[in-house]
């Protein structure tokens, strides 16, 4: 552990963080409760409202059962889907003027809350978009996945003015460690640390074969570290920056291990890749969150595990509660210590975890806060909910095929209530 109180540095703003409470033993099951104030805490039973019906879009909804704020954000009329990308990527802009959608057509839409459409990006489908972390207008992305359309350069476009410019040209750099190296890319599930400057990649030649990976800061220009992949424990399925930028993770198909930075000191976090993000703990240090669906002691359990000394946490068992199908967001960095969870593909629709978004604070027999219902019956992975949280923890992005039970997924948007 390299230090008991990590202060984030966000391009030149502190954020203090708290030390974490005592730990205690987890439990298997806590009731739900109805606070004073009207938010369900816990593992609450309560189905969805029958009479629901897909809202107008842009206007106030309240989720039936738990009172939150959601309104309809996006319309996928005439089109496949209008849907955010994933969990682990922001869907709003710096200041949450802009959003970020998929469109139907393998297009990028950002749109202002008002409604007015900003702009159609001229970039590839596949080039794992992510918003300037300060900057309103600007998203970063790659060139594309494979060998004919992407490259060892990371971008940068303003979104209302539509100019481009190249932020990061790694190919020298690259191409001396692995001299077929052809492009990049995190495969969709990375992130940059939130401060925006560090990334890691995994390298491929013209083949389309992985060859390694490679971390970068783009404050100094600088290649921190390159690895080559591990051979013995299945294919890699996806690397990610941490939140504070000190550390590199990667998910292979029989394990996950987390590196330092310069990618040295490889320990191992699990035995398996699973739905996961990489969240701030209360004592403000990189905490690598999952379902356990191997056959182990945790089998089970949403686990959160300290990147410092892979000390784990076990929070609530989802074999217990439903075994159903989970993504986790940890994007919201202001708020250290909790996670939103979203749910699909449930094998009991009466459980508390079916097709639901909730709170989850990252503690032994964590605090659960319940949001709302999806109301969301497609089983594609288009209508899968992929929830993200904003930064400052105030707001919920997720998808909702509104009860269709078709493809055509569209955003909706969750105000977080205020709790501690």
Not at 148 to 162: F, I, R
Not at 222 to 227: N, Q
Not at 307 to 319: G, H, K, M, V
Request: glycine share 8%; proline share 5%.
């Amino acid at each position: 552990m390299r230090f008991a109180l990590r202060t984030l540095v966000v391009v030149g703003l502190l954020a203090a963080v708290l030390v974490a409470p005592a730990q205690a033993e987890p439990e298997r099951w806590v009731e739900a409760t109805q606070p004073t104030q009207g938010l369900v805490w816990g593992y609450d039973t309560t189905p969805p409202d029958p009479t629901w019906s897909r809202p107008p879009l842009r206007e106030k909804r309240f989720d039936p059962v738990y009172g939150t704020q959601v309104r309809r954000r996006s319309d996928a009329t005439g089109t496949r889907f209008n849907r955010n990308t994933y969990s682990r990527r922001q869907a709003e802009s710096s200041r949450g003027k802009l959003f970020l959608t998929y469109h139907g057509d393998a297009e990028y839409h950002v749109t202002r809350l008002n409604g007015k459409h900003v702009a159609t990006l001229d970039i590839h489908p596949d080039a794992e978009p992510q918003w300037h972390p300060v900057a309103q207008r600007f998203l970063r992305y790659l060139d594309g996945p494979n060998a004919s359309t992407g490259s060892l350069k990371l971008n940068q476009v303003n979104v209302v003015k539509d100019t481009k410019v190249v932020l990061a040209d790694l190919t020298s750099r690259a191409q001396a460690v692995w001299p077929d190296a052809t492009y990049m890319k995190d495969r969709a599930e990375g992130s940059p640390s939130a401060d925006g400057f560090r990334h890691a990649w995994i390298v491929y030649n013209s083949a389309e074969q992985p060859l390694g990976i490679i971390s970068y800061d783009l404050k100094t220009n600088t290649v921190l570290g390159t690895r080559n992949l591990r051979t013995n424990v299945g294919a890699l399925d996806w690397v990610s920056m941490s939140p504070t930028g000190e550390y590199v993770v990667a998910g292979y198909g029989r394990g996950t291990y987390v590196y330092d930075a310069d990618l040295r000191n490889e320990r191992r976090i699990n035995q398996k890749a699973d739905h996961s993000d990489i969240a701030l703990n209360n004592q403000g240090r990189d905490t690598y969150v999952y379902i356990d669906f191997s056959s182990g002691p945790n089998a089970g359990w949403l686990v959160a595990t300290d990147l410092d000394d892979l000390d784990e946490t076990r929070i609530f068992d989802i074999y217990a509660g439903g075994n159903t199908s989970i993504h986790i967001s940890g994007k919201g960095y202001d708020k250290p210590g909790w996670v939103v969870a979203s749910t699909y593909n449930c094998k009991d629709d009466t459980n508390w975890t079916c097709n639901k978004i909730f709170a989850v604070e990252l503690e032994p027999n964590g605090r659960i806060l319940n949001l709302a219902h999806t109301y969301n019956c497609g089983d594609s992975y288009w209508t899968e909910p992929h929830a993200v949280v904003n930064r400052t923890f105030t707001k919920v992005w997720f998808n909702s095929d509104g009860g269709s039970c078709g493809i055509d997924a569209e955003v909706y948007q969750l105000r977080l209530p205020d709790f501690d």
